[in-house]
């Protein structure tokens, strides 16, 4: 078990370099369970995240390894059970269903655990699999899908949803016929599996609209692959910037992928500067407060809503935050008011009063980006704070302590 002890209101400056993106690594591994060959996937963050993925592919037949930030992958022959204890700790090892199903005709998996931040029902997931021909057997915690070989179907989603997006996807590239997905998700890492899908031999066209088509194919190969860079982590340490009153440049990011968040910040006062793969960051002498809605992309990212509430304890004025995502993502606001913070429910939103003198406390992140958010507010915190069970920023942060540190932040990472 982990803590930090943060110490706070130093202003952050210096250039900090954004790491590979977790929800594209992620489902980049998982894709490559439709080929066989070897592949060599670069910017891959070493978070715990892609650690348990890693087991995940061992145990279905995969070598793995892992070197700094580059992954060789050796697919060939692969079977279908994945194992509990890894699948429950991670939502995203549900993935595997639509590539073991392609592949192998059927599959058994665990429901998937990660952040209790509110429902994400996998009926989405399997209604498309139904519709391309596969039986599903729930049986207690144990989903068991079966299809001697999936056909191309027109699905039309009741909500963008990003899993079943991919899920279904990486199922139809090995389906016969067409596959038509309607209403998917449009976010950044579902364009970076399409072009990965498509280097193995793949014929996908539409990722990153509302419409994707798919082709089925006998047959995948390998390929190798550069993941993009993690938005949700550019603009965690931008915010980190702003919370403290700081400035200092975040390099190898795409400015266009955190568009929502740079609009907001500039209007809030912040000076923001627009390179081709960087971004200059500085804090004005008083932030403006602000009003934000969480939405599918290109709307307000739900996982950058809890360290937008940090920022707004620094506000001033009252700024108001809706999510519309998931229905249990405010826990985090509970250890907020253990600082000093003043937040006020409002249905699915919060309202939080600005400008409020923070004080350090003893904190507990309860789950990745509400723990990111605690750490914010504690680096704007008076005094020292504690922030316990911090394995859940680790499954999206690498070395988090670290790399604040290197911009002046007074942070120590202590393992119980």
Same mark, same amino acid.
């Given at each position: ?265 500039? %209007?809030? =006062? *912040?000076?923001? @500067?627009?390179?081709?793969? +960087?971004?200059? $960051?500085?804090?004005?002498?008083? &932030? ?49 008011? %253990?600082? =000093? *913070?003043?937040? @006020?429910?409002?249905?699915? +939103?919060?309202? $939080?009063?600005?400008?409020?003198? &923070? ?55 202590? @393992?119980?």
């Amino acid at each position: 078990m982990g803590k930090f002890l943060v110490e706070g209101q130093r202003s952050l400056r210096g250039r900090v370099s954004i790491n590979g993106a977790k929800n594209s690594a992620l489902k980049l591994m998982v894709a490559a369970l439709l080929g066989r060959g070897s592949f060599v996937l670069e910017n891959v963050p070493k978070i715990t995240d892609v650690e348990t993925m890693a087991g995940v592919l061992r145990a279905l037949g995969v070598e793995v390894t892992f070197d700094s930030s580059r992954m060789h992958l050796d697919v060939a022959s692969i079977q279908g059970h994945t194992p509990e204890e890894l699948v429950k700790s991670m939502r995203a090892s549900v993935q595997v269903m639509g590539p073991l199903l392609a592949r192998l005709g059927q599959v058994e998996v665990a429901r998937p655990g990660g952040c209790n931040i509110g429902s994400r029902p996998l009926d989405i997931h399997l209604a498309g699999f139904e519709q391309m021909g596969a039986t599903i057997d729930v049986n207690g915690d144990l989903f068991v899908a079966r299809a001697p070989r999936l056909h191309g179907a027109d699905i039309t989603f009741r909500y963008p949803s990003v899993g079943a997006t991919e899920n279904i996807m990486m199922a139809a590239t090995m389906a016969k016929g067409e596959t038509i997905i309607r209403n998917a998700a449009r976010e950044p890492e579902i364009l970076d599996i399409q072009e990965f899908l498509n280097g193995m031999g793949a014929k996908i066209q539409g990722a990153g609209t509302s419409v994707i088509t798919i082709q089925g194919v006998s047959e995948l190969g390998s390929t190798d692959f550069s993941v993009i860079p993690d938005r949700i982590e550019a603009g965690t340490y931008l915010l980190a910037f702003l919370v403290t009153g700081g400035s200092g440049t975040l390099d190898n990011v795409i400015p266009e992928h955190i568009g929502p968040l740079l609009d907001l910040v500039s %209007k809030m =006062g *912040a000076q923001v @500067e627009i390179l081709e793969r +960087a971004i200059r $960051i500085a804090a004005p002498p008083q &932030l403006k407060p602000f009003q934000i809605s969480t939405g599918p992309y290109p709307g307000f990212p739900t996982d950058l809503q809890p360290q937008m509430a940090a920022v707004a304890t620094q506000c001033q004025g009252d700024s108001r935050l809706e999510e519309a995502v998931f229905d249990r993502r405010f826990g985090y606001t509970e250890e907020l008011k %253990k600082l =000093g *913070a003043h937040i @006020e429910p409002n249905s699915h +939103a919060v309202v $939080i009063e600005g400008s409020r003198r &923070l004080r350090g406390a003893k904190l507990r992140a309860g789950d990745l980006r509400g723990g990111a958010a605690l750490v914010l507010a504690a680096l704007a915190a008076e005094g020292q704070s504690t922030i316990c069970d911090v394995e859940h920023i680790d499954r999206g942060y690498e070395a988090m302590e670290r790399r604040l540190q290197g911009l002046g932040g007074k942070i120590i990472r202590i @393992e119980e």
